[in-house]
């Protein structure tokens, strides 16, 4: 199991790099990412080509409900940044899910 400050800055990494993307131009959306195995979740929004304001909190019936929403294991987090797990496979095997508004779902699917 991955620590809260590995998964943040696998986060970081990922966030950022969707951020940087040509196809994120003009997203201004909040971010949510429920790591199941720690009962976390983090949240940000993704703003002006970068993320910002990325905090933890746990997890709960108050967590508000973000625009983006990544579950997922800390281990899986850390995996899909090094390269060990594709987003693609993931998500079809159910080990990664995604949620957003179909709109968005479109943008990040030429991100991802």
Do not use: Y
């Amino acid at each position: 199991m991955a620590t809260i400050d590995e998964c943040l800055k696998a986060l970081k990494g990922i966030l950022g790099d969707i951020a940087a993307h040509p196809a994120a131009s003009g997203l201004d959306r909040s971010l949510s990412c429920r790591l199941t195995d720690l009962q976390q979740v983090v949240l940000g929004r993704l703003s002006s080509g970068s993320v910002r304001d990325l905090r933890v909190t746990p997890e709960g019936p108050d967590v508000p409900r973000a625009d983006i929403r990544l579950t997922m294991t800390s281990d899986d987090l850390v995996a899909l940044t090094e390269g060990n797990l594709h987003f693609g496979p993931a998500w079809a095997t159910g080990r990664v899910k995604l949620e957003a508004g179909l709109r968005d779902l479109l943008r990040l699917r030429k991100i991802l």
